[in-house]
């Protein structure tokens, strides 16, 4: 074969046989890779889809075989079983999840049984619609629902909404209910006159927790609260602050609790305390205070009952208010001490004062900051009370400063 001018010598037949023949050969081991993948994956498809057949198979079978263990329960134990299910749910409404209404939903036995359980029917969380409709409806629900408790003790949130009237209309929903009420949940809005749903308690009540919003009246709201009933154990004021006339205001309700959950200014501390002599367990949201310019000395005094005592300090304090008030404190009878704060350190010299003063038995000390004490300083801690658990948690998100 004759050459041609610049391509070179020309190619042998048997040079192109054998490359063509190299190239059929890596296409077809291509082709073969690429059908022995697909059947591979459309064996391992086929074999999970036999796989969750037989699973589907042995669920329906084991569905039917514990729906007969069930349905063959005493109604003793379906009662402890319903109250598990329950027992860590604060309010409840046809929509929550877990909920009494789920329970009666499963068989006719459940149902007939839930439906007989009054302590099942002793939660419940109310709101008030915009609606007119929508809540004649929820009304007609709410009876119902509150008529299966009979003769319980009742645990109610009330959510009056941004609807015309409806702390009336919640009001004369729950009257006939009110004798029952052990613990109460309102959710004060815009537009809600407190005094409308804190007037005329009943002697049941242990329990109040109030949530304010910008309807927020401090010396209205101070003058109803003081009109609580002596029965009442645990006070949780939420979202907003009261001065110091508020708090003394208060002075007949301080006197019988032993729980309070409260935002307060850090001056404002010691004497509330000292109007709280009942008080065994107490949380604080210390508030952003104009100064901190209180006599230490003066102010120092012992509470004989604090058990457990929760601090919470927000961010962008203008200075730290906590070595003040552990100078302060002795409580010779503290167990918990839980310290929440955004300080770069904690008040490790007026914490070691304070426990060597109080000589309380304290069993656990919880630090949650952003920067925890070094091993050192707890050891400084645990050398004073050698039984003394200390908890450390690391917290990288900022506390929100309450809203006066």
Known sequence: MDQIPGLGPP????DFNSEQHEELDAVSHETLDLVNSVVDKTKDLGQRLVNKEDKITESAVLGEELGSVAGRLPADVLFEIFN???IDSDHLSRRSDPSPILLASVCRRWRDTAFDMAKLWGKLSFYVDHSSKKWKRSALYYDAWLQRSRDCPLSLQ??????KGGTAKLRRLIQPYMSRVSSLDIIFWNDVEPKNLLSDLPETLQKLTVNFADCFDAPETAHSLSELPSTVRSLKIRDRIFSPDCLYSLYPVWAHLTHVEIAI?????LNFLFLCPKLSSCELILDQPASMRFQVHCARHPHANLQSLCIICPENFYFDPLPALFNAFT????RTLEIRYAFLSSPHQELRG???RSKCPLEILIFDAVVTPPLDQQGDLIA???SLKIECRLHTEAYEEVDV
């Open 11 to 14: 190619l042998q037949d048997q």
């Open 84 to 86: 598990y299910y329950l």
């Open 158 to 163: 009330l959510r009056p909404g941004y609807a």
């Open 265 to 269: 200014r850090p001056r404002s501390v």
């Open 331 to 334: 409580l010779p009878k503290l």
């Open 354 to 356: 304070f426990l060597k």
């Open 384 to 386: 004073i009370i050698p």
